[in-house]
């Protein structure tokens, strides 16, 4: 590989910047190249979870339940377009109900229900979260990009000011039980530029004002700091260092985008009810 001759850092901020321009170019061209970026990203962070789980003898209905997760991305996105009426969100129901007639038939199985839960477990904690952002995508009727570019870029900085802090000034254990090098000094310099760069977006996105701005970056800078504890102590369970190795210098999908995770759905509470 061209990129393993620099550094870890160089690795990362060239795959970064890579990555971060595919996923808002397709954010900004329009809503079916947003919706076929972010159901790869949904299906490949599924798939990812319940491979990592069956290293400790789960054995979830992996492609059934990715298969259930993409129903429930694609059906969102379609819905909240106005192309399908929302009774298509029954359709959901049987499809992912399939899972346990699936495993009555499994033979020899000793923990069926717990490999059931962990399905499920996939669903809930992976595409969930990423068909919600097809709610906030079209929170306003139609599909307006704002939204989406300055809640992903919020999480970018709220995650890029956070490691340089913590890098440069890093002294006081955040949690350190389930990652030890977080900072509280790190998360100040996180949320410092996260919230910089809501003030600038203020400025040029007029989706929402200056308030709702400061409230999204605070919800990310909060839930996405725990969604990101979250998915350390998913892996120190697994015992793994990171969930994949997709994306150079920064590992799996779920590495990248476990802050979005826990994000999201306190982002739409906001949005709807507050």
């Given at each position: 590989m061209i990129l393993s001759k620099y550094n870890n850092l160089t690795q990362r901020i060239i795959t970064g910047l890579f990555g971060s321009f595919v996923v808002i170019?397709?954010?900004?061209?329009?809503?079916?190249?947003y919706f076929i970026v972010f159901l790869f990203i949904t299906v490949s962070s599924q798939l990812e979870f319940y491979k990592l789980i069956k290293i400790h003898g789960i054995v979830p209905l992996r492609y059934l339940g990715t298969l259930g997760g993409a129903l429930i991305f694609t059906l969102t996105f379609l819905i909240e377009q106005q192309i399908l009426h929302q009774n298509w969100y029954f359709a959901i129901f049987p499809v992912v109900s399939t899972i346990y007639f699936i495993k009555l038939y499994k033979k020899n199985e000793t923990r069926p229900f717990t490999n059931i839960a962990f399905t499920f477990l996939g669903i809930i904690y992976v595409a969930v979260p990423f068909a919600l952002i097809n709610i906030i995508a079209f929170i306003k009727g139609p599909y307006n990009h704002e939204a989406l570019v300055g809640m992903l870029f919020l999480l970018w900085a709220s995650d890029t000011g956070a490691y340089f802090a913590g890098t440069k000034f890093g002294k006081t254990k955040l949690f350190e039980r389930v990652s030890p090098k977080k900072s509280w000094e790190g998360s100040l310099g996180g949320a410092a530029l996260s919230f910089a760069f809501a003030y600038g977006f203020s400025l040029y996105f007029i989706e929402?004002?200056?308030?709702?701005?400061?409230?999204i970056s605070g919800i990310i800078i909060i839930a996405g700091t725990y969604g990101d504890l979250v998915e350390s102590l998913f892996k120190r369970s697994m015992e793994i260092k990171d969930s994949g190795k997709v994306i150079i210098g920064h590992g799996g999908f779920l590495d990248r985008f476990d802050g979005l995770l826990l994000s999201v759905p306190f982002i739409l509470m906001f949005l709807k009810i507050l």
């Open positions: 170019s397709s954010i900004i061209w329009g809503p079916w190249s929402f004002s200056l308030i709702e701005w400061f409230a």
